[in-house]
């Protein structure tokens, strides 16, 4: 996307938020991570004390050939009945956007059998009833990479339209995790070996299966693809979906909160189709699933918490909301040294 122009972070008012922060009651740099969690959000909304943003939430749902293989521990009709579980408010990220009062819509980009209408949050965007498998040939086609990259920038304008001012992209796609090893090897130059994972929680026997597999499809990919190719080749519609979440939040001056493995496989396609997208971007957790935390290197992204997770869903990023929450309630309310009259470092 070479035409897709970011706006740039206001660094001045960056650099205002952190001068504030060093005149607050307390030893300089002793909030850790939420001092400066506090200091993008100034530079996102290009003001010193930045204001709450209300959040929105966006799960994308999407079925992977590559289940065919044997490389989870579910079976792929759980896709659609969590998608009936999300529309019934029973799913766990259901319970969390009702905690913070957040806005949640689910979008089927691809789930593989039928869904009755379902009213409410549930969004149909399908571009086709799941991936082809991965092992044997190309996961999607061109086209199909980008009616997913429009769905998500669709899903993020509708979110910013109802006055979202952070972004969190979930996803439900059981075999989800494959392609997202395979993008994570391609994109960081990792071995195959220090990426894939358990996922659901798959034994020793399919660990190896999905390892092999994944090296395999990599073989198809020079190094150095189009990022929209990689995407075709070994991704997946929701993962692409949520590529386009993130750009066109970014576009639009609203920065997105980074979920899980799935997430940071989307948002590595993303930053190598836009780079700077990553000065958008906030990471919320480290999840259990290996290789994570080498994708979020790369992304220059560090985990604000690690709970020990490995759900997906966006359950990770709508988590972290009250902290984010409480990093900009500490900018904005504790007192300085001077007005409180507390004696500053000598
Ligand atoms: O977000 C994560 O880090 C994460 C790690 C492992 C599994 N998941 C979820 O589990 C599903 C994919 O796992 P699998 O084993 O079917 O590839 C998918 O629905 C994801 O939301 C999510
Ligand atoms: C039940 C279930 C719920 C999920 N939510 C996200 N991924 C999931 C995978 C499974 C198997």
Redesign the pocket.
């Known amino acids: 996307m070479p035409e897709f122009k970011l706006p740039t972070p206001d660094a001045a008012a960056y650099a205002a938020a952190r001068a504030h922060q060093n005149q607050l009651t307390k030893p300089t740099g002793s909030l850790g991570m939420l001092e400066d969690v506090a200091c993008r959000f100034a530079s996102w909304q290009g003001q010193a004390v930045p204001q709450l943003p209300k959040a929105a939430i966006t799960v994308f749902a999407a079925d992977h050939g590559v289940t065919a293989e044997g490389v989870s521990a ?1 079976p792929s009709a ?1 896709t659609a009945e ?1 998608v009936k579980n999300f529309a019934a408010g029973g ?1 766990a990220i259901c319970v969390l956007a009702r905690q913070h009062d957040a806005r949640l819509e689910v979008v089927d980009v691809g789930v593989a059998s039928p869904l009755p209408v379902l009213p409410g949050v549930i969004i149909s965007a399908r571009v086709a009833p799941g991936t082809r498998n991965l092992a044997r040939e190309a996961a999607m086609t061109q086209a199909q990479v980008d009616a997913a990259l429009d769905a998500g920038r669709a899903a993020a304008r509708r979110a910013v339209e109802a006055g979202a001012g952070v972004l969190v992209a979930g996803e ?1 796609g ?1 075999g989800n995790t494959t392609p997202s090893a395979a993008l994570i090897c391609h994109f960081c130059t990792l071995a195959p070996a220090a990426v894939v994972g358990r996922g ?1 929680g798959v034994d020793d026997q399919a660990l190896a299966l999905k390892t092999r597999i994944v090296e395999q499809a990599l073989t198809r990919l020079p190094a150095g693809a189009d990022a929209r190719r990689v995407l075709a080749e070994v991704g997946g519609l929701e993962i692409a979906a949520m590529a386009g979440f993130y750009l066109e939040g970014a576009r639009l001056g609203v920065p997105s909160v980074v979920d899980g493995f799935i997430a940071a496989a989307a948002a590595l396609a993303a930053c190598a189709m836009v780079p700077g997208l990553e000065h958008w971007l906030l990471a919320s957790h480290r999840s259990q699933e290996t290789g994570h935390q080498a994708a979020l290197a790369h992304l220059g992204l560090a985990p604000m918490v690690d709970l020990g997770l490995r ?3 966006g359950s990770g990023a709508a988590l972290v909301l009250p902290l984010i929450a409480s990093a900009l309630q500490l900018h904005a309310g504790m007192a300085t040294f001077a007005s409180a009259g507390v004696s500053d470092k000598a």
């Open positions: 579910y759980v969590m799913a439900m059981i659901t759900l997906g869903e």
